[in-house]
């Protein structure tokens, strides 16, 4: 496992709470908010919802286009009628309350696990070739995020060249656990108090925190997503 070096943004608190205030709340002269992606974890209800959970849905669809990616027709029609049961099944194996944070769930990711599976299958692997079409790594841990946003983290360019990682990471999910633990849990109280300090509410999840301080940072330095 690659150990996750913190950048010092995260714990700059002015910055980080200037950041997540203008991403989550920031709008357009219409009235509506200026960045899409602050409906990803909202929109119809978040997609770890109770009636929704197990299974992709439309909203699901559309809340990842909000992250600048989509799945082809194709794709979209297989995730939404699941023809095998994959998606199903294998979203039932993970709990809903999962958090990445929490030791019990590395079960879930490790290797082998009903997570990891579910990546690759969403990804395209040796083991699982048949992906959606229009599916890939950036897709898939996205559309991972939305139905599992305590558990699973979006991984996509800023993040990469933000803490300096590999284009394909399989150990990503597992430092970000460890840094999340390290020190009595000293980041992850941290992107709380980012969070409670910004004011963008507490359905928002650690791991956005993280993931939207990255992006916005990074935007900042003048790179491209």
């Known amino acids: 496992m690659i150990e996750l070096k913190i950048p010092e943004i995260y714990w700059d608190e002015e910055r980080g709470v200037r950041l997540l205030v203008e991403y989550f ?4 002269s219409r009235g509506d908010l200026f960045y899409s992606g602050a409906h990803f974890e909202r929109l119809g209800g978040g997609g770890d919802a109770e009636h929704v959970a197990n299974r992709f849905d439309s909203n699901d669809l559309v809340a990842i286009t909000t992250l600048s990616v989509s799945l082809e027709p194709h794709g979209a ?4 009628t699941d023809p095998d049961g994959h998606w199903a099944h294998l979203l039932s194996l993970v709990p809903r309350d999962s ?13 082998g696990g009903p997570a990891w599976e579910l990546w690759e299958r969403l990804a395209g692997s040796m083991q699982h070739p048949s992906k959606p079409d229009g599916s890939g790594p950036v897709v ?12 699973i983290p979006i991984y996509d360019i800023r993040i990469k060249q933000l803490f300096e990682r590999p284009k394909t990471d399989h150990s990503f999910w597992a430092a970000l656990a460890a840094a999340l633990r390290a020190d009595n849990g000293a980041l992850h109280d941290q992107l709380v ?11 928002i999840g650690v791991l956005r925190v ?6 916005m940072h990074q935007g900042r330095q003048g790179r491209l997503r």
């Open 77 to 80: 029609i297989n995730l939404l």
């Open 193 to 203: 108090r980012l969070r409670d300090k910004a004011a963008i509410g507490e359905d």
């Open 140 to 151: 898939a841990g996205k559309l991972l995020a939305r139905k599992r946003p305590h558990l």
């Open 210 to 215: 993280f993931d939207v301080i990255a992006w």
């Open 99 to 111: 958090r990445l944070e929490n030791p019990g769930s590395d079960a879930l990711i490790a290797e």
């Open 25 to 28: 709340t920031r709008r357009r």
